[in-house]
């Protein structure tokens, strides 16, 4: 499973800074196994807030489409806000490391915070299908007066 969106990833810190008020776009990509093709469904979560569920589809992220399935949420009453949604298993048959599905979220980032992002199934959490995004400038989480336990 691979994700990228509209930003930039810090090699030091190994996490995903957002400006507070940026709008991210996630996609996250179901990767079929490099040995058999082998593909799992994720269901796929974000803690700090909520996202909006753009879209998903069978093979490769195509922006015109995720761009068509949220005009037509739009127009039916708009997005749903979740915060969790499932990556699936499409199609049912695929070659190794092939692209088999996609999932695309939108978040306005304001609740500053680092928040971490995975897949609720352990085991896939424990071969690393996680990672940290970081909200807000670190004057914006100081700025929380968080105190220690």
């Known amino acids: 499973m691979l994700f990228y969106y509209n930003s930039r990833f810090d090699r030091k810190t190994r996490t995903y800074p957002a400006s507070l008020g940026e709008i991210l776009e996630i996609v996250w990509l179901n990767v079929a196994d490099n040995i058999h093709g082998a593909i799992e469904v994720h269901p796929l979560h974000i803690h700090g807030d909520h996202f909006w569920d753009i879209g998903s589809g069978e093979g490769e ?49 304001d609740n500053p915070g680092a928040w971490m992002a995975h897949c609720h199934v352990v085991q896939h959490q424990m071969m690393g299908m996680m990672t940290v995004f970081v909200f807000g400038l670190p004057k914006d989480v100081q700025s929380l007066n968080l105190t220690t336990i």
Do not use: M
């Open 61 to 109: 992220f195509d922006p015109a489409v995720a761009e068509a399935q949220l005009q037509k949420r739009l127009h039916n009453g708009g997005p749903i806000k979740r915060d969790t949604s499932n990556l699936y298993r499409l199609p049912t048959a695929s070659q190794p490391n092939e692209v088999v599905s996609w999932r695309a979220w939108r978040i306005r980032v």
